[in-house]
């Protein structure tokens, strides 16, 4: 059940959270809150593990950025290597973030190898505890302290609501425990020959199990699939 009690403050969103039944409706949320602070864009980026090698386009669980620019920034850049995502995996502290900022460290500027100005980062978890952050871009003048306290508690509850009724209902998408077993080796790179040994099955069940899966997730191959399965945090 989606509807909170009186007792959980939504202030700016009551009503548009408490109708909000897709992700039609939670793209207008954050967009609409993005442009009420100042910020261009908004994007929800699911965390995984810090260690992983990851990209910027198969993090994305919701977003209104400029089209195709997370995968040509995936051309250009590692994300795994930004200090932005590297900081959002040692601090649960909301952080904002600049072009012109000093280098931090190992790592390059994620602010401005996108082309904005300014990143406010928000990080919220889930019910099942997975990491999510959401990011406000924009080349708008640095943000106020009320109004950087108010973006994130917006954003957190935007982000609860959204959680609820989107991302843990697509979980699993449908695969059952085998199937869910069978992807998460194909993620680690093993060919169906090495499944089938490691689950004590054929090689022509792995196949088969593997063509469900690509059904179930509705792409056309492991690559696509195993991407998915990590924005719809079926694995980590």
């Keep these: 059940m989606a509807t909170l009690s009186n007792n ?6 009551d009503n548009d959270l408490e109708k909000a039944l897709n992700r039609v409706d939670f793209f207008r949320i954050f967009h609409t809150m993005s442009l009420r602070f100042g ?8 965390l995984g593990n810090e260690g992983s ?12 950025l400029p089209a195709g620019l997370a995968e040509e920034y995936d051309k250009r850049h ?13 601090s649960a502290i909301p952080s904002i973030w600049k072009a ?3 280098p931090h460290g190992q790592g390059g500027n994620l602010v401005e190898q996108l082309g ?9 978890t889930g019910l099942n505890g997975a990491r999510y952050a959401v990011l406000f871009l924009g080349d708008c003048e640095d943000i106020d302290q009320q109004a950087h306290f108010e973006l994130c508690y917006d954003a957190v509850c935007a982000f609860d609501y959204f959680y609820r009724l989107v991302l843990s209902n697509k ?3 449908g695969l059952t425990p085998r199937e869910t077993e069978i992807l998460r080796w194909i993620s680690h790179g093993k060919t169906a020959s090495e499944i089938a040994l490691i689950v004590s099955v054929s090689e022509h069940t792995v196949n088969s199990h593997t063509a469900t899966i690509l059904k179930k997730l509705d792409v056309v191959n492991r690559t696509q699939m195993v991407a998915k399965a990590i924005r719809e945090q079926i694995i980590q």
Excluded: T, W
């Excluded at 959980?8 to 969103?13: A, L, P």
């Excluded at 910020?39 to 699911?46: P, S």
């Excluded at 990209?55 to 977003?63: I, K, V």
């Design 8 to 13: 959980h403050r939504r202030y700016h969103f």
């Design 39 to 46: 910020f261009d864009h908004f994007a929800i980026l699911q």
């Design 53 to 64: 090698a990851c990209m910027l386009s198969n993090r994305l669980a919701l977003h209104d």
């Design 78 to 90: 590692r994300f795994g290597d930004s200090v932005a995502y590297k900081s959002l995996h040692k």
């Design 100 to 102: 012109d900022d000093p």
């Design 116 to 124: 904005f100005e300014m990143l406010i980062c928000v990080p919220v």
């Design 171 to 173: 979980a699993g998408l």
